[in-house]
């Protein structure tokens, strides 16, 4: 069986959930996370933080929520093929913070739908 990615959730997760998804690492997988935006009130506080992509096809995907505002932070990924992408059709606002991107064919790649 071919590992497709590391770790996938892709609802969105909120703060008072009993669900933290935090220092971990993923290394040599097509795809390391498959995450959820957070919430942009959320952005230094929600529970996927510092978690590390290494030699991954893609490091991060970030998938829509149903919030106008999204936000992603604290993720790390290196020797990756694309280290984070997303594609939020219906978000007015992208807020991105405590990024590390080393060495990645492209380290952070936005695409807004149609608009």
């Keep these: 069986m071919e590992l497709v990615a590391c770790f996938a959730a892709f609802l ?3 703060n008072n959930d009993p669900v ?3 220092n971990n690492f993923c290394y040599g997988a097509p795809h390391g996370w498959a995450l959820p935006h957070v919430k942009c009130s959320e952005i230094q506080t929600h ?3 510092n978690n590390v992509a290494g030699s991954c096809g893609i490091g991060f995907i970030i998938n829509t929520i149903s919030s106008q505002c ?3 932070s604290h993720s790390k990924a290196f ?3 694309l280290g ?3 594609g939020p059709p219906s978000i ?5 913070s ?3 991107m080393a060495e990645n064919g492209r380290s952070v790649t936005l695409k807004l739908g149609a608009k």
């Design 98 to 100: 405590n990024l590390v």
């Design 20 to 22: 933290e998804i935090q």
């Design 92 to 96: 007015v606002e992208v807020r991105y």
């Design 79 to 81: 020797s990756c093929g």
């Design 12 to 14: 969105y997760i909120d």
């Design 84 to 86: 984070h992408i997303q």
């Design 47 to 49: 529970n996927m933080k």
């Design 70 to 72: 999204s936000a992603f």
